[in-house]
């Protein structure tokens, strides 16, 4: 081995046997040549022939010997010859070499011989006897330095010094290679002989003159790093081609048409390394690659998500297109947003939150780069309506929907599904993806989406279904054809139960639960929310007198849980959270604060917390699996439960990745056993079209958003675009009669005065047609996204407060943002002498406003006396300013604990109703937004709906508008000194674990993330508004 060694880097060895003129690679990654220098030291110290050398010597470095332009097969690229071998004079001694300069041999290296200028192939120069000559791609050099001395002449090596940099910078993707050569020559002082040459100069004259000129000559251009560039571009164009022939026209990478720096994503954010064979498969379905749309259907924790992430990441990198993600919950839409942002920072595209009074609307066009808007159906529609009004149906490529089943659940959300997706296939060309659960008639589905259907049974984690009646616990046979066969009995539960935990735990769920905590998870899926906390609380007992050792595990991580709540409860916290925690049990229901939810699912996750009491709620949500789940009844509140909720929850058990197996426990009475075994045998939910819900109103609301948007504008075009629906496909199976229906529910919407009719003149033969107008009611009531029933209340309440509008307080414009839906839930049980208290604190103004709103003091006096009254009164007002009180005390900066107390209502109730409130202010605005008459709320409600969203001091709005925000997190970050969302996005993840207590870094990631593609969607906005002010009106030029 011989040893060399750069400026710049390690002293590195270069095996024996390899070529002298082949390049290899550095420390750095950056192929190099060896040094002329080091290969004349590796031939004399192994003992080469002198001869050798000086052949070598002249072959390589000879002036003259120059490859030119005009010569046949040149490239212009400066190569050394592939045969070359190092010689060595065999009449030098083996002390003597050369008499030659180690620093001009540096300089004549091979990295700055290949830029040497080239001359034209008739220059000679003669030295000796040789000629150079060039021809077919190779150089030949030739030179002859008689050597007249004796052999008793020995020439010396003098001493010199070598400093060489070579820097390599990258520009614009251009490498350019810049290089200093300092060379310090110290001569000995003992005389040694000069070289003698037969024209008189010596070899050293001869370099420097040749060096001279070759400086004032271009140099080319090309050199190593060229030679490595095109060989680099060459192997990407071979790629590229590969993946041309593999995949479509708009492919840009090897995985999946992806870049691989998605997959090196998924693989270090999700730990993902491989996808399962059925992704594979499904990705590669022609309906896919062609951009036909797909309804797709696997049990659940089957992988379903991400295959529509990656085909919404095609749609976004590839394809330059928007895309609207629709999820059925707000809080399943914020993890989301929380999930791909970090996604869409390394991979330069937008997430946006269109969720309760989030999103913009219309739309911000983004010129740069594409958006995934993440909606739920409420949003995504209003969404959809805008890009068809703003006629941007051709830059939305994309529309994914998540537990489309959901088109059947039968209120207004199955109706906004499917009116949402009936208007994606009427007005754009827009592909349609589809996840749902496995249905009984999803042939209907396909019929109505135009759609290509793939199913698969694929579980990562094998399922074993139980049952336990009394002490038997039976197996679930799923290939038994017979109902009687359906059930295998498995075991007899032997617990060491005394008689009073028998009377306590009858069902025997302690003894369930210890057989997988703490080692592993559990969830425990209750009929009630209240059923939820009891049972937490008797486990939590049972296991304090039983087995109180397992407090000992995770001890630390779970007072950190209670310190957190504590302080996201503003120093207050659940006194069953409280108990419980310290077990590592909890529950999780809609009446935990979105605080307190997020703290719970992120314990769970990361093992703080091993068993979890949940409602059915939690298996349509977030991911939280289980090694077992155990459902205490086969009953969601008083309803039995259906198919699909039942292989929702059960298919929570097994944990992709952590375990081989999952377990599912469904507790029942032996009275249930029918219906139990028809909920085992039986077939599959039925999906059915939702817009008869109540009437019709789901097809008013059809009919009045697309008359309103033009995309029907006649009795003949109504007609047809109802043949098109879900509805129609289903008419004999829900015995409706198409035309019928849409013939009544279009004369409502005009008695309603929502929609009239014109007559409109022909201009082609002057006859005249009725033609369908949304009147400016109508036009507010679609674009505000107002319930048809309640829009004649809204405007009658707002025209009522233009005439007497309190503004001396926030009460008034409170009462009229209330959400009319959330009265009837409280309208039975008001506690009066609650709302008599409340009414005693305010003040003389706001009792005026109670006044003129229509709620005297005096009746809710008599009410809270338990007396009688005569009084005239509308209970519905009545009772929607008690909420209006609520939202009152929110908005003055009180906690929701507080508040909570104060109104004797659960906290999840509080905060669903400010959510609520929020989302219909937003509602209220773009109503007034298109009634030229309510000018004066348009100002009013436009920074007030920001602040009701989130019910804090201005200065903590910025950063409670980063996704995964709340209140207690925003104070910490003020109070660590990051304010501002440029600060947030540009803070270092770990700079946050340090400084904002109990936060993980995987949180820390993810917020980050969130406020860096925040601030660029308002960076671009910014940006837009600029380029649009200052470019030039068409034809200007």
């Avoid at 197996?475 to 060491?496: G, I, Y």
């Avoid at 699996?625 to 009953?635: D, E, G």
Wanted: hydrophobic share 35%.
């Amino acid at each position: 081995m011989m040893k060399t060694k750069d400026d710049d880097g390690p002293t590195r060895k270069i095996p024996r046997g390899r070529k002298r003129n082949s390049s290899y690679m550095s420390d750095s990654g950056l192929a190099k040549k060896p040094t002329s220098t080091s290969m004349l030291q590796e031939a004399v110290s192994e003992g080469k022939k002198s001869q050798e050398a000086d052949t070598w010597f002249r072959n390589s470095f000879c002036p003259g010997n120059k490859r030119t332009s005009n010569s046949p097969g040149c490239d212009r690229r400066w190569t050394k010859p592939a045969t070359q071998k190092l010689e060595v004079n065999p009449a030098m001694s083996d002390s003597g070499i050369l008499d030659t300069s180690d620093s001009l041999l540096a300089e004549l290296d091979l990295d700055l011989f290949d830029d040497i200028p080239k001359t034209s192939s008739d220059h000679k120069t003669h030295v000796g006897s040789t000629h150079g000559s060039c021809g077919n791609g190779e150089m030949k050099n030739h030179i002859l330095i008689k050597n007249e001395q004796s052999t008793k002449t020995s020439v010396s090596l003098t001493e010199m010094s070598l400093k060489t940099q070579i820097q390599v910078n990258s520009v614009n993707e251009e490498k350019k290679n810049q290089i200093e050569i300092k060379n310090d020559f110290h001569e000995q002082t003992a005389k040694t002989p000069k070289s003698v040459s037969v024209t008189g100069f010596s070899l050293k004259d001869k370099f420097k003159k040749q060096m001279q000129k070759n400086a004032s000559e271009l140099t080319p251009t090309r050199g190593i790093l060229g030679q490595l560039r095109e060989e680099v571009m060459s192997r990407a164009r071979d790629e590229a081609a590969q993946i041309h022939q593999k995949g479509t026209d708009v492919d840009i990478g090897p995985f999946h048409g992806l870049p691989s720096k998605v997959e090196h994503l998924l693989k270090t954010q999700r730990g993902i390394a491989k996808l399962y064979e059925w992704q594979e498969e499904c990705l590669q379905l022609p309906a896919v690659l062609e951009g036909k749309n797909l309804i797709y259907s696997l049990p659940t924790s089957g992988g379903k998500t991400l295959v529509a992430e990656i085909l919404i990441l095609r749609e976004l990198l590839c394809k330059k297109k928007d895309v609207i993600l629709v999820l059925p919950f707000v809080s399943i839409v914020q993890e989301k947003v929380r999930n791909l942002s970090q996604f869409a920072v390394e991979l330069n595209f937008l997430v946006e939150e269109y969720a309760a009074s989030k999103g913009r609307f219309p739309p911000t066009k983004h010129r740069k780069c594409s958006s995934l808007y993440i909606a739920t159906i409420e949003k995504a529609h209003s969404l959809l309506n805008s890009f068809i009004e703003l006629n941007r149906m051709d830059s939305l490529g994309l529309v994914v929907v998540d537990e489309l089943h959901m088109i059947g659940e039968g209120g207004s959300r199955g109706a906004t599904l499917e009116a949402m997706l009936l208007k994606t296939l009427h007005c754009g060309t827009c592909q349609i993806v589809g996840m749902t659960a496995t249905l009984n008639n999803a042939k209907d589905l396909q019929v109505f989406l135009h759609a290509e259907m793939y199913s698969n049974n694929f579980r990562p984690v094998k399922l074993t279904e139980c049952v336990k009646v009394e002490d038997n616990i039976y197996t679930v046979n799923e290939k038994a054809l017979c109902p009687d066969e359906k059930l295998q009995h498995e075991r007899v539960v032997m617990f060491p139960y005394s008689a009073e935990i028998k009377q306590q735990d009858p069902d025997h769920l302690l003894g369930l639960v210890l057989e997988v905590i703490p080692d592993n998870s559990c969830l425990v899926f209750c009929a009630t929310k209240k059923n939820c906390e009891n049972v937490a609380i008797m486990l939590s007992r049972l296991i304090n007198k039983h087995n109180k050792k397992l407090t000992d595990v995770k001890k630390t991580e779970r007072k950190a849980l209670l310190r957190e709540l504590y302080k996201d409860g503003e120093g207050q916290i659940c006194p069953v959270l409280q108990y419980t925690v310290h077990f590592g049990i909890a529950y999780h229901h809609s009446g935990l604060t979105m605080d307190e939810r997020r703290l719970v699912e992120d314990s769970y996750s990361d093992g703080t917390l091993c068993l979890l009491t949940c409602t059915s709620t939690l298996a349509a949500g977030v991911n939280l699996p289980a090694k077992r789940v155990i459902l205490r009844s086969p009953y969601v509140a008083t309803e039995f439960i259906g198919h699909n909720q039942y292989k929702q929850m059960t298919g929570r058990a097994g944990r992709a990745g952590i375990d081989s197996t999952g377990e599912s426990i469904l507790i029942a009475k032996k009275s249930d056993k029918d219906k139990l075994l028809k909920l085992l045998t039986g077939p599959h939910d039925l999906c059915h079209s939702s817009l008869m819900y109540e009437e019709g109103k789901g097809i008013r609301k059809l009919l009045l958003s697309a008359i309103g948007l033009k995309i029907v504008t006649s009795t003949e075009d109504v007609f047809t675009l109802m043949e098109k629906t879900l509805m129609a496909v289903q008419s004999k199976t829900l015995q409706v009669d198409v035309t019928t229906v849409t013939k009544n529910s279009l004369q409502q919407l005009i008695d309603l005065k929502l929609v009239i009719q014109r007559k409109q003149t022909l201009s082609q033969d002057g006859s005249t047609e009725l033609c369908l107008e949304v009147t400016p009611l109508g036009k507010a009531t679609f674009k505000g996204s107002v319930d048809i029933d309640n829009s004649p209340q809204l405007y009658r309440d707002l025209k009522k407060a233009e005439e007497s509008l309190v503004l001396a307080s926030h009460l008034h414009l409170l009462f009229l943002i209330t959400p009319y839906d959330f009265v009837n839930n409280i309208k039975a049980n008001l506690p009066w002498m609650v709302y008599f208290k409340q009414m005693n604190t305010l003040s003389p103004v706001e009792l005026k406003v109670a006044s003129l709103i229509g709620v005297p003091e005096s009746y809710i006096a008599q009410k809270a006396s338990g007396q009688s009254t005569r009084q005239k009164v509308d209970e519905f007002v009545i009772s929607r300013f008690f909420l209006t009180l609520i939202l009152y005390d929110l908005w003055q900066q009180r906690s929701v604990w507080d508040v909570s107390s104060r109104f004797q209502y659960p906290r999840g109730f509080i905060q669903n109703l400010l959510s609520a409130a929020a989302s219909f202010a937003s509602c209220v605005f773009h109503f007034c937004q298109e009634l030229a008459e309510f000018w004066a709320f348009q100002d009013l409600l436009g920074n007030f709906v920001k602040r009701l969203t989130y019910c804090v001091s201005m200065e903590l709005i910025p950063l409670m508008e980063i996704p995964g925000i709340k209140l207690g997190r925003a104070r910490q970050l003020y109070s660590a000194g990051l304010r501002t969302l440029q600060a947030v996005a540009n803070a270092d993840p770990e700079t946050l674990v340090k400084k904002i207590e109990h936060m993980p870094r995987k949180a820390a990631r993810q917020v980050v993330a969130s406020a860096k593609v925040l601030l660029k969607e308002k960076a671009d906005v910014l940006m837009e508004e600029v380029e649009d002010l200052v470019r030039l009106p068409e034809g200007s030029l």
